[in-house]
């Protein structure tokens, strides 16, 4: 059974903050902070993908703090919307996500991370989280 991955030791809120949001202070630069759209609770969804071959391989949720993480260290960094604190991809599975660029969509509330993912992305231990197919009819799906 995959083991989670880990919060980042000394990155957890008090119990009194928010889950998320721009109430924590956070050392993101200025100029990309303004760009961000958030969720109401200060949230960019982050796509995942493998940096050689654009497989997708999950969706995980950045704040401002978590994004400069990221940035700064090389290392995928998230906010954990069930447990509320940071955590950094691979701390405690072996399941590194080394970041080898970050792009902004052009509304701001979406971050394509390109990584070079070691070992499994999912919490599952499946290589990517998109592993259940759903089936799709209709005039689309005739065009495969």
């Known amino acids: 059974m995959p083991v989670p991955d880990a919060p980042v030791t ?35 969804a982050a796509v995942v993908r493998q940096h050689d071959s654009g497989e997708v391989l999950m969706v995980a949720w950045m704040d401002d703090e978590a994004l400069h993480r990221t940035l700064t260290t090389g290392r995928a960094t998230y906010w954990s ?31 394509l991370v390109d990584v070079d993912q070691v070992g499994a992305a999912c919490h599952t231990g499946h290589r990517t989280c998109f592993f259940t197919e759903l089936p799709v009819s209709g005039e689309g799906a005739q065009a495969r």
């Open 10 to 44: 000394g990155a957890h809120p008090s119990p009194q903050e928010p889950a998320a949001g721009p109430a924590r202070a956070s050392r993101l630069d200025p100029a990309i902070a303004a760009r961000l759209r958030r969720t109401p609770d200060g949230l960019v």
């Open 81 to 111: 919307r069930s447990r509320r604190e940071y955590w950094v991809k691979g701390a405690t599975s072996g399941h590194h996500q080394y970041v080898r660029s970050v792009a902004l969509d052009c509304d701001g509330d979406a971050l």
